[in-house]
């Protein structure tokens, strides 16, 4: 099977409400996206088109190249149109390979069951083929195969990253409550900030947030970070395509930025954490760290963009204290942010009404189950229009 070679349907998958950010990542690499839905988007190649994908794209959690697509009401069929498929091409017999699905199908009570007929299917079909079993587990770190099986519709497809691309990969301390590096991403090409202007980050916790805000700015991809992709561990693969579109990242990226990007914490502990994770990435000289109250950050002159990601109060006994935090956010944006737009990214509606603003828009977002909006705030010089409570 020339999987590296021969053309056949790719389907991107993201969290859900992240695919307009994604789609716009994957149109700036020149692919063209055939279906886009609230998970992901469609579009047709090889593997070999998979590799800039996997190495370039912020917003995406996997890249799944489809070998198959068939009908199968129960297992039993599952087994017998999987044993049909050429494994013993694709999957070396003295490799490791594991499955993941998503299953919707009356005659499976669990996903793993239907892993372990998609596992009984490989080995079967090498053994047979070879006189060796390939070894099989839950790692995602070697070849990964992948089944969407709903209703009696089944696809089974190469998964060509393995380890989800949602985690970018310099993240070695996560801190508190950390927001996902795609979710962040994604939040700040929802700001449609320009990446020039400064990016303000108070409340900063583990830097996520400044330090995908200093990657985007620096065209600097999260392919960089890795060297271990689903696509590496399926027979045919050329390591030298690998490394040429590794050599492209590097050659692409900035060194320096043409503004500031600020992140400050009252928390001396996370402005460590933040700072290792930004050395990792590469990217600790770019950002501006301090330790301080939200209040006291320095904001630069002119325009730019600030943006919080305070809790939004799910224990109990804190939703009181809370409140004055969110007004106090308010007026830290009324007062020092005159000219920038300020975004605040929360999963409390009730809370964000503290802040004492008129939310010009509200993007949805998911936190993982949590529905999240990204308030923005057009933050005038003058007095263009009196402060009223977001509704």
């Not at 993201?14 to 998970?39: G, H, M, W």
């Not at 047979?128 to 195969?145: F, Q």
């Not at 962040?184 to 830097?207: H, K, L, N, Q, Y």
Request: overall charge neutral; charged content about 25%.
């Amino acid at each position: 099977m020339q999987v590296f070679h021969n053309r056949s349907k790719i389907i991107i998958t993201c969290n859900n409400r992240l695919s307009p950010y994604l789609q716009r990542e994957v149109e700036s690499l020149d692919y063209k996206i055939v279906r886009a839905f609230s998970t992901g988007v469609e579009l047709e190649g090889t593997i070999n088109d998979c590799i800039p994908l996997n190495l370039n794209l912020r917003c995406a959690s996997q890249v799944l190249y489809s070998i198959k697509t068939f009908t199968a009401e129960n297992p039993a069929r599952l087994y017998k149109e999987l044993m049909e498929i050429a494994w013993e091409e694709l999957i070396d017999f003295t490799g490791y390979f594991s499955v993941s699905s998503t299953v919707d199908n009356e005659t499976i009570t669990t996903p793993l069951f239907a892993n372990l007929k998609v596992k009984d299917a490989i080995v079967d079909r090498i053994k047979e083929k070879k006189g060796l079993r390939p070894n099989s587990g839950s790692d995602a770190n070697k070849a990964v195969i992948h089944l969407y099986w709903k209703g009696n519709d089944a696809e089974i497809f190469i998964d060509t990253s393995g380890e989800t691309l949602a985690k970018h990969g310099y993240r070695k301390i996560p801190g508190k409550a950390p927001m996902l590096e795609a979710l962040a991403a994604g939040a700040i090409m929802a700001t449609e900030w320009d990446r020039v202007s400064p990016f303000v980050v108070p409340m900063c916790g583990s830097g996520t947030l400044a330090i995908e805000a200093a990657l985007l700015a620096t065209n600097k991809s999260p392919g960089l970070f890795r060297m271990n992709y689903g696509f590496m561990h399926i027979l045919g693969y050329e390591e030298e395509i690998f490394f040429r579109e590794r050599r492209k990242l590097k050659d692409q990226s900035k060194k320096e930025l043409p503004s500031r990007i600020v992140a400050t914490d009252i928390s001396a502990d996370a402005v460590d954490v933040s700072q290792r994770n930004s050395k990792t990435a590469g990217v600790d000289h770019l950002i501006d760290f301090s330790v301080c109250d939200f209040a006291e950050t320095e904001v630069p002159a002119g325009q730019g963009i600030v943006i919080f990601n305070p809790e939004y109060g799910e224990r109990l006994g804190v939703h009181s204290k809370l409140e004055a935090t969110y007004k106090r956010i308010g007026d830290f944006m009324k007062q020092k942010c005159k000219g920038y737009r300020g975004y605040i990214f929360t999963g409390n509606p009730d809370l964000a009404k503290k802040i004492g603003l008129r939310a010009s828009k509200r993007v949805e977002f998911y936190n993982g189950k949590l529905d999240c909006r990204l308030l923005e705030y057009e933050l005038y010089e003058g007095s263009k229009r009196d402060p009223k409570p977001a509704e």
